[in-house]
Nanobody, 115 residues
């Protein structure tokens, strides 16, 4: 059974930082492209960042410089470091694992940026 379990979300003040984690099980983690997406209330889910099996990263243009994605294949975990948070970053952040036609999602972790 494939599981992607996100953690690390919460309430943070503007300008603060968070590190989100996604622990995967039931897949050969190292071969998957891992991604972080987010969905704000009333909006479509959008890509934040992704990292290939070879470590190549891709970021949404609006998030370059503030977000950093990384992976630890020994722990089957992908991370998203988020700095200088803004209220517009408030959303549910989802982890995604993709390989060929296989595509899995986690349940999401809520990030709320508010003073």
């Amino acid at each position: 059974q494939v599981q992607l379990v996100e953690s690390g979300g919460g309430l943070v003040q503007p300008g603060g930082s968070l590190r989100l984690s996604c622990a995967a099980s039931g897949i050969t983690f190292s071969i998957y492209t891992m991604g972080w997406y987010r969905q704000a209330p009333g909006k479509q889910r959008e890509l934040v960042a992704s990292i290939t099996s070879g470590g190549r990263t891709n970021y949404a243009d609006s998030e370059k410089g503030r977000f950093t994605i990384s992976r630890d294949n020994t722990k089957n975990t992908v991370y998203l470091q988020v700095n200088s948070l803004k209220p517009v970053d408030t959303a549910v952040y989802f982890c995604n694992a993709a390989f060929s036609s296989l595509d899995y999602w986690g349940q999401g972790t809520q990030v709320t940026v508010s003073s």
